[in-house]
């Protein structure tokens, strides 16, 4: 059922049958989750209005509500699915404004420095994050009846179990902004459980999974318009020690830049002057090498993010109508993977669906807040699985735990050396496909086949 559901979601089919269904919706936060919710809203509602405490820029460029854009961040192919579905000739576009796209050929996965086999099939863009935002926060402003106020949400206004406002304060000014229906994008610190527990509403359950990663990036100069390799991460397998460097990656973006990522768990804190980033860099893949060797741009870019977050509002007995939460307000996984902003977009699709469907408003979104779960778990089941593999975390460990990470761990080994398999994987890892496909008969036969043969003729692999 559930990889039914990720299927449908991540169809890259442009939404049909939208109606109006509302006349003013209001998304709280700008950034990528609520550009994207407000995008989806606009297809049903009269007006809607982001409520966005940052001056957003007319360029790309930072803003302090995200302190960590400074870094690498991966758009999935699950993501740019769906970026190209709401915005006609969004990838066009970017790779006019300079990002660049990495077929399978140009792109490399790596484990303990053995390079995988290339799946033929899935490509990456890549650029970096403020440019990426920039150009989702044109596209979306660029519609007649989206706009911004710079302001700050401090609480919800309820009536008879309904949203029917948001409370808003610019300065010395504060005012209600009406609302018919209210998207919280306001990331992993959203205040929406207290808002909710102030009005006598449930708080959803908060589950946190300590990660501990600390990363860096660092920019380059770029000698090649289209580099042999343009996208490569390399992983570390679980042992019994962290290593010093737990997960590298290298994109290339725009303005004839490398971007180079160095993350560490726990207490390893990789890459933090340029001469460590080089020579933590050495020891990887020789394309990180390569990269850091070139001119430096700017300062090495450090980052710290101690957990990972999720709320269960689909758990909720009682929950208002008219309101949902999305994006890092909802989930919020450990970045190395990349999932977050993919995630975001499945979420938007979730909710583009949802609203397609006719739904009675003044009933709480619960079939917006299943199929949004369907998503979420995908993401996070990924995530912490991966997470709690590390031996400096200790649980809490799902069921079943100990037989998906040995199965798991057979289609990841297969994935080194068999291009089918590790198609079948990426589409997971890229959030095409739902994790639950790797369990089907045909890949796990498939894993098992291409590891036995491996053990039989070791010299071939």
Known sequence: MSASVFARLSTGEPPARTEIVM???????????????ARVLADHAHTVVIVERDELPGVPGPRPGTPHDGQVHGLLPGGLVQLDRFFPGFSA???????LFSPSERTRQYIDGFAKVPDGRMGILTCSRPLLEALIRRRTLELPNVKVITARATDLVLWGGVVTGVRCAAGSEEWIEEADFVADAMGRASKMS?????????????????????????????????????????????????????????????DAQWMVLLAGFGDERPGRTLEEMRVLSSGEPAVFGEATAGEPVGDIVTFRLADSRRRDYHGLKRYPARLISIGDAVASFNPVYGQGMSSAALQASALSEYLRGGPDLNQPA????????????????????????????????????????????????????????????NAVTYMLRHPRTLRSPGTLLRAFRVNRRLRQSPQQA
């Not at 006349?23 to 919710?37: E, H, P, R, T, Y």
């Not at 576009?93 to 990002?99: D, K, M, N």
């Open 194 to 254: 207290d808002w909710l527990s102030a009005h006598g509403w449930e708080s959803p359950r908060l589950r946190r999974l300590p990660i501990n990663v600390n990363y860096a990036t660092g920019f380059f100069r770029r000698a090649e318009a289209e580099p042999a390799i343009g996208t490569a991460i390399a992983y570390r397998s679980p042992s019994a020690e962290l290593p010093k460097v737990g997960v590298a990656a290298l994109v290339a973006i725009e």
């Open 93 to 99: 576009e970017a790779l006019a404004e300079g990002a």
């Open 366 to 425: 619960r079939a917006f807040l299943a199929t949004q779960r369907v998503v979420a778990d995908a993401a996070w089941k990924m995530s912490t699985a991966a997470d709690l593999a590390r031996p400096d975390i200790h649980g809490p460990y799902p069921r079943w735990f100990r037989l998906d990470q040995w199965l798991t761990g057979q289609v990841i080994a297969a994935s080194v050396t068999d291009a089918e398999t590790a198609a079948r994987f």
């Open 23 to 37: 006349d003013k919706a209001v998304v709280l936060g700008g950034s990528i989750a609520g550009l994207l919710a």
